[in-house]
């Protein structure tokens, strides 16, 4: 059955008063984003509380369905019919007709859930259930009520209009994006940091991304992986700008200066202080990173807090705790470890050293750091005013 309409389900709690209305517009906003995706004609309305797509004319209802389904701060996606609102008699034609339509078989057990928003419908919800469920059995007699677990629920709600539907496509769930703030994440070509930025979105966090590229250590190809990741996750947030750093001079910099089994943290110190320039510049509220506890050197306890050291920002790790199987299973599921596990270097597999230290002491990490104090700053400057930015998704 190609459906003319969909009721958007949005959770309700914690939106109250005027949150309620600033969550609802992100999201009218944000499914307008993922419908300019789709082939087709929509438009995106807000009734009594309410979210409705309307396509008008020919539309492919997959594709449809697999953009909404990325849309944070959908619950649920409801295909339902309309129809003028009409008697007793007439609705429960309408409600036969749906159920002939949409199942093959009519031995199932049912239930009609209605709800009646106009209170001057002259039935109410009770009676709306017993006149509707009477009518479905008279249609179906091998079809049974229950009331407790249904094969399928007939839901009936009146309003300006009546809508009837059966089917609730679960959404991703979350909070629109747009809702909660901005943040930068630190995006490379691996499995991790694509995942966190999509954890954090979810919450409904805006998000750009920074991406440290050391040609010609790095390809060409790692830069278009990084660029085909940010797009992959721009599905889910709308566009992403990428701010794509060249650390080349920087990295040759603290190879030459430092020890080498400190290059990873000096390096990843680095990083920080730039992510955080833009993310100042661009008022992004906090940094985020594909960090887990103890997954490699750089991400033991000791290094984490030798890396935070030089942020002023919050860092949201939203991996921390997660295995590496938990996070490839996400990774999967969002659809971006296809693109990950592609074979390119990104800068920081080309620098380490063979035996980089796992519990960095900050005290000497600072006082290795000194050593860089002649050129550092000039290199970061030239970093950043040379960074490109590219609008993704
Ligand atoms: P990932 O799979 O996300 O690359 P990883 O397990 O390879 O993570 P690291 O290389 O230590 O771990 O990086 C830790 C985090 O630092 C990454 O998740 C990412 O947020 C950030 N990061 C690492 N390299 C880069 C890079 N070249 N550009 C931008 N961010 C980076
Ligand atoms: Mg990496």
Known sequence: MNYQKFLIKYAEIGI??????LFEEALVRQIRIALKKTEGSFAVSREQGRIYVDCQGDYDQEELLENLKRVFGISGICPVVQVPVC??????AHVVGFLRELYDTHSQTFKIHARRARKDYPLDTMELNRELGGAVL???????????????????E?????YIYSHVIPGPGGMPVGT?????????????????GWMVAKRGVKLDAVYFHAPPYTSERAKQKVIDLAK?????????????????DIQLYIYDKCPHEELTIIMRRYMMRIAEHFARETKSLGLVTGESIGQVASQTMQSLAATNDVCTMPVYRPLIGFDKLEIVDLAEKIGTYETSI??????CTIFVAKHPVTKPNVNIIRRSEKKLEEKIDELVKTALETTEVLIVG
């Open 232 to 248: 992959q996750v721009a599905r889910y947030t709308g566009p992403i700008y990428l701010h794509v750093v060249n650390f080349t």
């Open 138 to 156: 008279a249609a179906f007699p091998h079809m049974r009520v229950d009331v407790h677990d249904p094969q399928i629920w007939v839901y009936v």
């Open 342 to 347: 592609q074979p390119y270097e990104d800068c």
């Open 180 to 196: 909660n703030g901005k943040a930068m994440l630190l995006l490379s070509g691996g499995i991790d940091s694509p995942v966190a």
């Open 16 to 21: 109250k008063g005027k949150n309620r209305h």
């Open 158 to 162: 009146i309003r300006e209009s009546i």
């Open 87 to 92: 008697g007793i008699e007439e609705l429960s």
